[in-house]
């Protein structure tokens, strides 16, 4: 299948397909007659994986590790572990990072008047954070 096709199949665009190729995420499709990339099941499969291992927030990099494991029938389910469970504690420590910028930035709302005057706690604690 070309490039459109495996693109539809796998839920990813084109030039995403085409990134990922060029990084070496995944390996060029093999080439038909006329130049053109042609498409296998098993690479949309790989692409597919890629897909949803990038919604999961894994990086490139991680995905080619994730994608090595994969492919590897003699793998360790405790090094796939390992990498998830790196990820998931990066993803705690954003989400509290977050949960952190919401309370500052919600404070700083709460004491905004919001009126016609020039005073604003929002603009001082961005100038003077605490």
């Given at each position: ?25 995944t390996a ?16 949309v ?29 003699g ?7 390992a990498?998830?469970?790196e ?5 705690d ?6 949960q952190e ?16 005057k ?13």
């Amino acid at each position: 299948m070309n490039i459109g096709e495996a693109a539809e199949r796998s839920g990813l665009p084109a030039k995403t397909i085409r990134y990922y190729e060029e990084t070496g995420l995944t390996a060029p499709a093999t080439r038909a007659e006329n130049g053109y990339r042609d498409y296998s099941e098993t690479d949309v499969h790989k692409l597919r994986f890629v897909r949803h291992a990038r919604g999961l927030g894994f990086s490139v990099e991680v995905c080619s590790r994730l994608l090595s494991l994969y492919e590897d029938k003699g793998r360790k389910s405790a090094d796939v572990k390992a990498i998830a469970q790196e990820h998931l504690t990066e993803v705690d420590a954003k989400i509290k990072e977050l949960q952190e910028l919401r309370s500052t930035l919600s404070h700083l709302v709460d004491h905004c008047h919001g009126d016609n005057k020039p005073d604003c706690p929002i603009l001082e604690g961005i100038a003077h954070p605490a």
